[in-house]
């Protein structure tokens, strides 16, 4: 089975997924995480989604990811992509491509947060500057004053308010709109991200179950 996850930023997306992964065997591609990585040894990719908080171009994001699920995870089987896909464009061009090695998407699952929410959640996230555990001051604090590996604890630039506002607009404009083609597909399964984890947690293992019988 190949699931999407999406939503908006801090709707704990990533959090659920891993915990998805783990439980479930399968192979997690975290579309934020991929792209930081890159960042680090190209400027304008750092340009572009750190400093700016900008969506990398959909021709760039299409090859670098398939690319990078095709060394990874050969057989295309068990995939859980967060972050990917963010387009319609995005969305049709990795349909077309599991089509051709004779694969599918099964499952789209939305978590639903306001805007309201994501921007408190966001305005507390930290990141250890040593091993990039992410902490939330509110929901997920750090052991102290640093992070548990004894690293400094650090904002992102593209979690500061101005970045946050932008983000958000850049994911109703085009990230939002595959939701209404996800139902379109028949694959759309639609979850409140505004309760406990563990809660949606079991949630989504409930979907997934009754999804593949």
């Known amino acids: 089975m190949n699931i999407i996850i999406l939503g908006p930023q801090a709707s704990g997306k990533g ?3 891993k915990l998805l992964s783990e439980k479930l065997g399968l192979f997690f591609f975290e579309s934020g995480d991929f792209w930081r990585e890159k960042a680090k040894s190209d400027p304008r990719i750092d340009e572009m989604i750190n400093k700016k908080g900008e969506l990398v171009p959909d021709t760039e ?3 670098s990811t398939r690319q990078y699920l095709k060394e990874k995870s050969p057989s295309l089987n068990n995939l859980l992509l967060d972050g990917y896909p963010r387009s319609l464009k995005q969305y049709q061009l990795l349909v077309d491509w599991l089509k051709e090695e004779g694969k599918k998407i099964d499952l789209a699952i ?4 306001s805007d309201q929410e994501a921007v408190r959640r966001l305005s507390a996230r930290v990141v250890c500057e ?3 555990t992410v902490y939330n001051l509110i929901t997920n604090p750090p052991p102290g004053e640093k992070c ?9 630039p593209d979690d500061r308010p101005e ?7 850049i994911y109703h404009a085009t990230t939002a709109p595959l939701i209404e083609v996800f139902k379109k597909d028949g694959i759309l399964v639609e979850v409140d991200g505004e309760r406990p984890i563990e809660t949606i947690s079991d949630d989504l293992l409930k979907i997934v179950a009754g999804h593949g019988e």
Not at 163 to 169: D, P, S, T
């Open 163 to 169: 970045a946050i506002e932008k983000r958000l607009q």
């Open 110 to 113: 939305l978590l639903k947060i």
């Open 148 to 156: 548990q590996c004894g690293g400094n604890l650090i904002q992102r």
């Open 61 to 63: 994001v299409i090859a």
């Open 15 to 17: 959090t659920q997924a």
């Open 130 to 132: 040593k091993c990039g």
